[in-house]
């Protein structure tokens, strides 16, 4: 029999929106293995929106670590959106893209 664990990874946040372009926010940054939450810190940072509809967030969890990320959002049509984000922490470089239909 095969044993199935997933990583899961969830950052639930609280947003201010200070205008159509800027909000700071609050929230968990949590991962673990299935239903275990190893790691759960704190965060507090900014989004903003750059031009061209790049999207940017900057944020310091509790432990003193910081993360920023640079993403573009691409509708190609109505119902199919393509997707590329970019995050850079001090230890890692992340970079992921996807396509979604909704």
Not at 63 to 88: F, I, V
Not at 89 to 102: E, L
């Amino acid at each position: 029999m095969r044993s199935l664990t997933k990583v899961r990874e969830l950052t639930p946040t609280y947003d201010y929106f200070l205008n159509r372009f800027s909000s700071v926010f609050a929230g968990v940054d949590l991962e673990g293995v299935g239903d275990d939450f190893a790691k759960h810190e704190g965060i507090f940072g900014f989004r903003y929106r750059l031009p061209v509809n790049f999207r940017a967030r900057v944020w310091v969890n509790t432990a003193g670590d910081s993360q920023l990320a640079l993403g573009k959002h691409l509708e190609l049509t109505p119902r199919l959106m393509a997707s590329s984000e970019s995050e850079t922490t001090r230890r890692t470089v992340r970079k992921s893209g996807r396509a979604r239909v909704s």
